[in-house]
Structure formats: structure tokens, C-alpha cells
């Protein structure tokens, strides 16, 4: 597989658009799901797979693709965004939302797309490659995130608290010292139950924790709709339950064992060499079962896709995609 090579300035996002296309498809199991489209309605269809899990789609994802070369797919998962019900868990796992990309590719009469994730979007666009591999002609990923227990206890437990020292207090700070041997379980508790107050000032103590640490530009990057509560309701409560079931995945490692299935498919991977949230350890660990893949380490980024390093690559990696042969 060839892959172009940087030349001269670093890329940056394409003019803002509007969606030509938008509504509400309808799940057996009780989900509306908010769909839309922009772009080049005869391009090339891309899927573009939202964080979180919780995170929903935002104007701003439109920009990393070539209006006049995609078809641009983006959804909100259950749950979150406009997607109804809100902040719901019931019929909310990795399987369902898999299943939900497959009847959105249906609706649209799509045969094969492009796929496009990060963090945990890099994580659902695997899972769905992996199970349904004729379906993806290629895949761009940033942030990988291979929802392990290491990752899951690096950032919630113990490993990141170190890097963000000042952050981990504000993100300890709504849990009992006698409960923080498991701050995970801690905030389920919480994000679940019936207090209403507890339930709001740990969904922003936990996506605050997230929104801290996302960027290494410093503060005034950081995105303040981690802090907003209505956000922060739906991202903390999905993101806990997921996180919480080992993201529904058959067994720890999960994704990696299953790397054979898709090592066909054209795949380009954007990392942040100081991503805190989704470590480069495990972009290195896909990289290593995935040699085929093209692995960019962004030395000056973390996280945040909006990041300029991360920006440059991902809108190479989307027109590398657009030149791929049907």
C-alpha cells in the first residue's frame, strides 16, 4: 500500500458546510437515532464515528473531508446528541450500535464505505470492521483506543492522575476517600442512582476529567461542553456504562486478537506522540499486529482532534482515502 508523504505546510480543515440531509431512524428496540448527511451527495460515502462513547456529532467533523469528493455520513449514538432517549443505557452497547451503523448503511443504499473514528469512534470503527469487514473499503483512525483494562486503569485509576495531578483532584473530589480503590464502580453508583444532585456534579467531575486533559495546548483549549451539565449527563452516564462492561467485548484484548480479519483493508492511523486520554501504547500494539496500516506519530499532540499536527493528518489521510479505486 502506498501512502503519500508531508510536503511542505501542515493541512488544515476545509470550509465550514451545511447537511443537505437530516432525520430520525427509528430502531426495533425502542432508540431513535439522529442521522446526517453533507458534502457531494454522489461522492465517495464516508461514516464518521463520534468519541465518548457519549460524545456525539458536532458541525465542526464535517471539515476534515473534501465537500466536492464525500458523501458525508455522521450519526448519534444512542443515547447521546439528538438521538432519543437521552442519556439512555437500555439496548446501549458496542453490538446494538453496530447494528445501528449497519441499518444506517442500509438506508442510505450503501455498499462499502469509508470509516472514520477516533477514540473511542477508533474503537467502534475496528469492532465494525472486524465483523463486518466486506463493508469497509478503508479506515482512518485517530486516538486508538483498544478498550483494555490497562488503558481503563491508566485513566481512571491510576497512571494519567499523575500526568494531571491538579485535574485528578477535581475528578476525586465528588467520591468518598473509602470508595477510590475502584472509581469507576464509585461513579457508577452515582451516575446511576436517584440522586439527582450527586448524578450532575459527577458527570461534570467526569467529563471535566476528560476535558482537561484532552489537549496538550493548555487551558484555554480545553472544550467547555465537558463542563456544561446537560452534555455532561449523557457523555459520563454512556461512557461509565461502557467502560464499566469492558465495552461489551468478548475478552480483554478482544479487538487485537481479531487484527487478521481486516488486515486487508487500506487503513491510515493519526496518533499524538503525548495523547494522555488514548496512550500511544496501544497505537503501537494495533501498529505492531498491523504492519500494513500507516501509523503517522504526531510529535507535538495530544488527544484533541483539532490539534494542528492531528488536523494535518487525518485531512491527508481522508484525501489519501478519496483516491483509493472503487
Not at 485535574?167 to 461513579?187: T, V
Not at 449527563?233 to 461489551?248: Q, S, T, V
Not at 484484548?253 to 486520554?277: E, S, T
Amino acid at each position: 500500500m502506498s501512502f503519500p508523504k508531508p510536503e511542505g505546510d501542515r493541512r488544515d480543515l476545509f470550509p465550514e458546510i451545511e447537511a443537505f440531509a437530516s432525520g430520525m431512524m427509528k430502531t426495533p428496540d425502542g432508540h431513535e437515532i439522529y442521522f446526517e448527511e453533507s458534502g457531494n451527495p454522489q461522492g465517495k460515502p464516508v461514516l464518521v464515528l463520534h468519541g465518548g462513547p457519549g460524545g456525539a456529532t458536532s458541525p465542526g467533523m464535517r471539515r476534515y473531508f473534501d465537500p466536492s469528493a464525500y458523501r458525508i455520513i455522521m450519526f448519534d449514538q444512542r443515547g447521546c446528541g439528538q438521538s432519543r432517549p437521552y442519556a439512555s443505557l437500555e439496548n446501549n452497547t458496542t453490538w446494538t450500535l453496530i447494528e445501528d451503523i449497519e441499518r444506517l448503511r442500509e438506508r442510505c443504499g450503501v455498499d462499502k464505505w469509508v470509516v472514520f473514528g477516533g477514540s473511542w469512534g477508533s474503537t467502534l470503527s475496528l469492532a465494525y470492521a472486524v465483523t463486518h469487514p466486506e463493508r469497509v473499503k478503508a479506515l482512518v483512525l485517530r486516538g486508538i483506543f483498544l478498550l483494555t483494562k490497562k488503558e481503563l486503569h491508566w485513566f481512571y485509576q491510576d497512571g494519567a492522575s499523575m500526568i494531571f495531578p491538579d485535574a485528578w483532584e477535581r475528578f476525586l473530589a465528588p467520591i468518598p476517600e473509602a470508595e477510590r480503590d475502584d472509581l469507576m464502580a464509585a461513579y457508577e453508583t452515582r451516575l446511576t442512582g436517584k440522586d439527582d444532585a450527586a448524578r450532575n456534579e459527577c458527570a461534570i467531575a467526569w467529563s471535566s476529567w476528560e476535558g482537561e486533559t484532552v489537549s496538550v495546548r493548555g487551558p484555554d483549549s480545553r472544550p467547555d461542553k465537558f463542563a456544561e451539565a446537560e452534555f455532561a449527563i449523557a457523555f459520563a452516564r454512556i461512557e461509565n456504562h461502557y467502560f464499566r462492561n469492558g465495552g461489551f467485548l468478548p475478552e480483554d484484548g478482544w479487538l487485537l486478537k481479531k487484527i487478521d480479519r481486516i488486515r486487508h483493508i487500506p487503513a491510515w492511523i493519526a496518533q499524538g506522540r503525548f495523547d494522555v486520554v488514548t496512550p500511544m501504547s496501544g497505537a503501537w500494539a494495533l501498529h505492531r499486529a498491523w504492519p500494513e496500516a500507516r501509523l503517522e506519530v504526531v510529535g507535538d499532540a495530544g488527544h484533541a482532534s483539532t490539534e494542528p499536527g492531528i488536523v494535518d493528518s487525518l485531512v491527508r489521510a481522508t484525501d489519501w482515502a478519496a483516491g483509493l479505486p472503487d
